[in-house]
């Protein structure tokens, strides 16, 4: 039988995938296979599924799985690196804005979103201090945001009694985490994407208070509060290459 979580592995060609097992929702038989954007590869079956069974299943989709890496793996190439100057386009909740640098040693320095754009102030046009800037900004707004849609989605999570502490941590593979003590812990860079996803990431964690591991219940549960889960899921993934190189 099959550990959920557990890491298995094929060969295709000259190089070696790993790909993650996941329990499979509901009493279908049917193996399904997901790629995400940072190349990470999860197959979701059935744990009591044979081990040898799984494996010629993975297999026959070997080569698309491979051509889903080569993609993500080069628009991951593709993407240029941050310069922080004007005429760039920022992410936030899901929309992009155009980055404008001023130079003032008057105006107080900060970040706006003024007429559609990222206006950053300064006293001196240096990278560093652009980036430090925007940090700031997002990291507050970020706080503002995830507040007000914990608010939300906590009409939805009837199993939590009492609105869960927030903590702002950057992380470059996690979007969120939620601790046994009801703490949790959100991502900055989140607050680039969509509120629809943000809520997803929210309630995941919300349902980690009631079932810790990703069991079949836990995702029999997010079904019920959040049906469409998996659309917002995989929105989120498309987006992630984009925004954590737009990451501060």
């Known amino acids: 039988m099959l550990n959920n979580h ?3 592995s094929f060969a295709y060609g000259d ?3 790993e790909f993650e097992v996941n329990a499979k929702l509901g009493d279908s038989s049917k193996i399904s296979i997901k790629v995400a954007s940072d190349c990470k590869v999860q197959v979701f079956t059935p744990l009591d599924i044979e081990h040898t069974q799984l494996m010629n299943a993975v ?3 070997s080569r ?3 051509q889903q890496l080569c993609v993500f ?4 190439q593709l993407i240029t690196p941050r310069q922080y100057v004007s005429g760039e386009s920022h992410y936030y909740l899901g929309k992009q804005y155009q980055l404008k640098v001023i130079e003032s040693a008057k105006e107080i320095q900060g970040v706006k979103l003024l007429r559609g754009k990222l206006q950053v102030t300064l006293r001196k046009k240096e990278v560093q201090k652009v980036k430090d800037l925007l940090a ?3 990291r507050v707004r970020a706080k503002d945001v995830f507040t007000k849609r914990i608010t939300c ?3 939805q999570a009837l199993w939590v009694s009492a609105t869960p502490s927030l903590r702002l941590l950057n992380m470059q593979t996690q979007w969120g985490n939620c601790s046994p003590t009801g703490m949790l812990t959100l991502n900055p860079y989140l607050v680039k994407a969509p509120t629809q996803c943000i809520d997803y990431v929210i309630l995941h964690e919300l349902c980690h208070l009631a079932e810790h591991n990703h069991s079949e219940r836990f995702y029999y549960l997010m079904s019920q509060v959040m049906p469409d889960w998996e659309k917002r899921k995989n929105y989120l993934d498309g987006m992630a290459v984009r925004i954590f190189n737009d990451a501060i």
């Open 6 to 8: 557990e890491t298995l």
């Open 15 to 17: 190089e070696v995938i």
């Open 59 to 61: 297999k026959k989709r």
């Open 64 to 66: 698309w799985i491979y």
């Open 73 to 76: 793996r080069e628009q991951t």
């Open 136 to 138: 700031q900004w997002y």
């Open 153 to 155: 989605m906590i009409d």
